[in-house]
Structures are given as C-alpha cells and as structure tokens.
C-alpha cells in the first residue's frame, strides 16, 4: 500500500491495514459481504503498489474487488461504487470512466465502470482470482487511451500502482464507502 486518504465514515478494517487488501480476496458468500476488507469512508481513497507491473491483454487485465452481496435472490446487489485509476510511475494517473448507480441497491449491468458492484466468488481457495469466473469488476488497460492529465496513456509500458476512489451515495461509521477486499491482476 502506499497511501490511505480516508474519507467520512471511514475505518472498518484500517488497523490491518496494508494487509487487509493485499493477496486474495475472501468472496463467495453471495448473501453477505466479506469482512477481510478495509472502508475507505466517503469520498475516501487508497492507493496500492502491485507486486509486479500489469500489462495489457486480451480481456481484462485488472480485477478490482469489493464486497457487494446480492439482495433478496438478485440481480440487484448492495454495492459501495468506486472510481479506478491506474499509474506507470505513481504521478500520472488515467482513470476508467465511472458512473456510480444512484442508489446503494442496483443490478450491475456491467456498463458503468465503476468497482464494487460485481458480487465475488474468488478466495484463496478455489484459485478464481484474477478470473472473469472469480467475480469483482474487471479492467480492461485497452480501454485507457488518456490520462487524466489529457496526454496519451501508454499501456504498454506496464501499471504499477492503482488508486481506488469511493464514490458511493452513502453510509455510516465505520463501514461507509467503497470497501477494498483485493486487487489482482488477470490470470492469462
């Protein structure tokens, strides 16, 4: 981890941290949200230094994960929405376009960019992480053609840093916010 910039309601899972959001994340309880997480509160952001650069590739080459669950049978999920940005060197930054849901329950309909609506199946158990099967919202490098200083995103040089802005509609203390589980990159 590199930096955690809490926003209001923050603190749930902040004492582990940066443990709490670094190797697998703990999903596959589609009722009910892990609690192996850190809540960046509103508004709230963190930033993590990858083990090894993420290229891109076929598909998605990034999954960030949250945790959502599915309410009352689904399609719909309690989700905290957050905005993902990427780095090469941790100064300049491109960020995937996001268009949070305005309500915590909505169905992830899979077009609005944002992390933390993806139920997760993956944990350190199944080997589902960095899968499109292992569930969490998955990023795809190719899709960044600009930084969000307007000059050109390089994708090929390899992302090593991945900043995760809250942009949820609510919460309370101490669990408000997007909650960050893990971040992984694609399995290929």
Same mark, same amino acid.
């Given at each position: 981890?590199?930096?955690?910039? $809490?926003?209001?309601?923050?603190?749930?899972?902040?004492?582990?941290? $940066?443990?709490?959001?670094?190797?697998?994340?703990?999903?596959?309880?589609t009722t009910q949200g892990a609690l192996?997480?850190?809540?960046?509160?509103?508004?709230?952001?963190?930033?993590?230094?990858?083990?090894?650069?993420?290229?891109?590739?076929?598909? /998605?080459?990034?999954?960030?994960?949250?945790?959502?669950?599915?309410?009352?049978?689904? /399609?719909?999920?309690?989700?905290?929405?957050?905005?993902?940005?990427?780095?090469?060197?941790?100064?300049?930054?491109?960020?995937?376009?996001?268009? $949070? /849901?305005?309500?915590?329950?909505?169905?992830?309909?899979?077009?609005?960019?944002?992390?933390?609506?993806?139920?997760?199946?993956?944990?350190?158990?199944?080997?589902?992480?960095?899968?499109?099967?292992?569930?969490?919202?998955?990023?795809?490098?190719?899709?960044?053609?600009?930084?969000?200083?307007?000059?050109?995103?390089?994708?090929?040089?390899?992302?090593?840093?991945?900043?995760?802005?809250?942009?949820?509609?609510?919460?309370?203390?101490?669990?408000?916010?997007?909650?960050?589980?893990?971040?992984?990159?694609?399995?290929?």
């Amino acid at each position: 981890m590199v930096a955690f910039d $809490p926003g209001d309601g923050a603190g749930f899972g902040a004492e582990g941290l $940066p443990d709490v959001v670094l190797g697998p994340p703990d999903g596959g309880k589609t009722t009910q949200g892990a609690l192996d997480v850190v809540s960046l509160g509103l508004g709230g952001t963190i930033t993590v230094a990858l083990g090894c650069p993420v290229d891109d590739g076929p598909g /998605p080459d990034l999954f960030v994960y949250e945790n959502p669950f599915v309410v009352a049978g689904g /399609p719909r999920v309690f989700a905290d929405p957050a905005a993902v940005a990427v780095s090469v060197d941790g100064e300049a930054w491109a960020t995937f376009p996001c268009v $949070p /849901p305005s309500t915590a329950v909505a169905e992830d309909d899979g077009v609005d960019g944002c992390a933390g609506l993806a139920p997760v199946a993956a944990n350190a158990d199944n080997g589902l992480t960095g899968t499109p099967a292992g569930g969490g919202d998955a990023f795809d490098l190719a899709t960044l053609n600009v930084a969000d200083d307007g000059s050109a995103f390089v994708v090929g040089e390899g992302v090593r840093f991945v900043r995760v802005t809250d942009r949820g509609p609510g919460g309370a203390a101490p669990n408000a916010g997007f909650d960050l589980d893990a971040i992984a990159s694609a399995v290929r």
